[in-house]
């Protein structure tokens, strides 16, 4: 752990706030440290803090470095650490609600992961369903005109090969029937998150 | 046994996405193996996107949990049959979406607020299952054995499980307690009784990268390398899967591999379900969609009815 900084900020409260507002914050104060999780972790190298120091680091009240970490973005949701957890804390849904957090609340830039979500539910909320060719296109191109042509061209065997095989769709995308109501039930669906969230 | 399975044969299946695109050969391999060991599979109608491992950051936690509210209230207006998936993502969210909205009265109401919107609601009490659970507890591998006319002698399969089929479910009371998390047998029993032989494959449950291998491929590739090789090495015609993500990013990635680390790999990787249309003496092409898979599998082909 790094040594305390004087000119560090600690949010004390952070730890709590954690346990109140984060999905399975409350099961947080079971952790005993084992680095189970860590251990499993099939891309924790690639982790600023494997899980296990992330938790740490939440009840030292190390806001700032545990909210813009890049730890919860690069969770593939193997689920590996849930299982394996011997206190039975929930590491992926916490991980996957604090990353939540960390662009409701700022603390994220734009990473391959908000893009991607991004692009995401842009299908799921237009047709209800999720087009693999336009939200692959959406994301290529989020990154800018240049970087999408990269990815493109970089990526166009695959994308032969798929189409040859019938596994890329073409033409409309594919979409409920019921378009008018899902995009209403959405909609209201964000409307009562706002409200509950500001109450 | 499963916990509350209703115990029928008729189940209300939800195809998923990745059905209409990437993983095709999934849905048609299911399709029709489904009534050849029993399983009456009626289709949930105008069904919508589970929301995957990325709505809950897409679109915010209520509306990605209507998603699956949405699913539900469907699938309620269709009876009480369990609910049935093939597909891992699916599988997770709405098996998981379901329990949730069932035990947190505050989530339920939430949820019922928006499907009203157009007049729909969910207050059952419905089971949502995997297909593989399905298959091991309701039809058990005996039933596969008994519909095999061509047995796949000879084939050596590698079965690659992956994660979300049975993390974090498959022990649990309501994920029907169908296998362990750390070795699970389903897959290797599904292909000996295939009439083909599963070979000792101890990456099974490794992660392919999942949607970080589809955003981010350079952060996982080394992730697909260790399977591919684990697989080569135990000396393995095909790999085998029950899961759409996994069979993609593991097939369509061999070639990055290949350039990055200078190997030369090009392993098929097929759905369990086509391993059963093949040994079920069925069609190549309508039943167990073999031309779908960009790596074809010469051995696998030679043996299926054409
Ligand atoms: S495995 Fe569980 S108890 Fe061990 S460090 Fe990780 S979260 Fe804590
Ligand atoms: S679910 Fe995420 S944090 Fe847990 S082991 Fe898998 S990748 Fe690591």
Redesign the interface.
């Not at chain 1, 040859?164 to 769709?169: D, E, I, L, T, V």
């Given at each position: 752990m790094t040594a305390p900084d004087a000119a560090r900020k600690y949010d004390l409260g952070f730890a709590r706030w954690v346990r109140d507002n984060v999905?399975g914050g409350d099961k947080l104060s079971m952790c005993m440290q084992c680095g189970v999780c860590s251990g499993s972790c099939?891309?924790g190298t690639?982790m600023d803090y494997g899980p296990r120091k992330l938790f740490m680091m939440i009840r030292a009240g190390m806001k700032e470095e545990v909210m813009t970490s890049n730890t919860m973005w690069?969770?593939?949701?193997?689920?590996?650490c849930?299982?394996?957890c011997p206190r039975g804390v929930p590491v992926?849904y916490i991980l996957?609600?604090l990353?939540?957090k960390s662009?409701e609340l700022g603390y994220a830039n734009p990473n391959?992961?908000?893009?991607?979500?991004?692009?995401?539910?842009?299908?799921?909320?237009t047709w209800?369903?999720?087009?693999?060719?336009l939200v692959?296109a959406r994301?290529y191109f989020s990154f800018g005109l240049k970087e999408g042509m990269r990815r493109s061209l970089d990526n166009l065997?695959?994308a032969y090969?798929?189409i040859?095989?019938?596994?890329?769709?073409l033409g409309m995308p594919?979409k409920?029937?019921?378009k008018k109501?899902?995009q209403?039930?959405?909609?209201?669906?964000?409307e009562?998150?706002q409200r509950?969230s500001g109450s | 046994m499963a916990a509350k399975g209703k115990a029928g044969t008729k189940f209300t299946f939800y195809p998923g996405c990745s059905s209409q695109g990437s993983s095709l050969h999934l849905d048609e391999s299911i399709r029709a193996v489904a009534p050849e060991i029993g399983l009456e599979l009626e289709e949930l109608d105008d069904w919508n996107c589970c929301g995957a491992s990325v709505g809950r950051i897409g679109g915010g936690q209520l509306p990605n949990m209507t998603l699956t509210g949405r699913n539900l209230a469907k699938a309620q207006g269709q009876g009480k049959q369990d609910v049935v998936t093939a597909c891992a993502a699916c599988y997770l969210n709405t098996h998981g979406g379901n329990e949730k909205i069932k035990k947190d009265v505050k989530l339920r109401a939430g949820v019922n607020e928006a499907l009203a919107e157009a007049d729909l609601s969910y207050d059952d009490d419905l089971q949502v299952r995997h297909m593989c659970e399905v298959i091991v507890n309701d039809i058990g591998v005996d039933k596969i054995k008994s519909r095999v006319k061509n047995p796949l002698k000879g084939l050596k399969v590698a079965g690659y499980v992956g994660c979300q089929t049975v993390r974090p479910f498959a022990g649990t009371d309501d994920g029907g307690k169908y296998d362990t998390y750390e070795d699970p047998n389903f897959l290797d029993d599904f292909a000996e009784a295939c009439g083909a032989e599963a070979v000792e494959f101890d990456v099974k449950t490794n992660c392919c990268g999942g949607s970080v291998a589809v955003m981010s491929p350079e952060r996982t590739l080394h992730l697909i390398k260790r399977i591919v090789e684990a697989a080569v090495e135990a000396g393995a015609d095909v790999i085998s899967t029950p899961c759409p993500l996994c069979q993609t990013n593991v097939e369509m990635y061999q070639d990055a591999i290949n350039k990055k680390y200078g190997t030369n790999h090009q392993i098929p990787v097929v759905f369990y379900s086509q391993l059963m249309a093949v040994a079920f003496g069925m069609d190549a092409k309508k039943d167990a969609a073999l031309h779908r898979n960009t790596i074809r599998s010469e051995k696998l082909e030679a043996m299926a009815k054409k």
């Open positions: 999905d099939p891309i690639q690069s969770c593939t949701s193997c689920y590996r849930v299982v394996r992926t996957q609600d990353a939540a662009v391959d992961n908000t893009r991607f979500s991004k692009s995401f539910w842009w299908s799921a909320k209800g369903r999720t087009d693999e060719r692959t994301y065997k695959i090969c798929m040859k095989a019938g596994r890329m769709h594919h409920v029937k019921d109501g899902l209403a039930i959405l909609k209201k669906a964000a009562i998150e509950e | -």
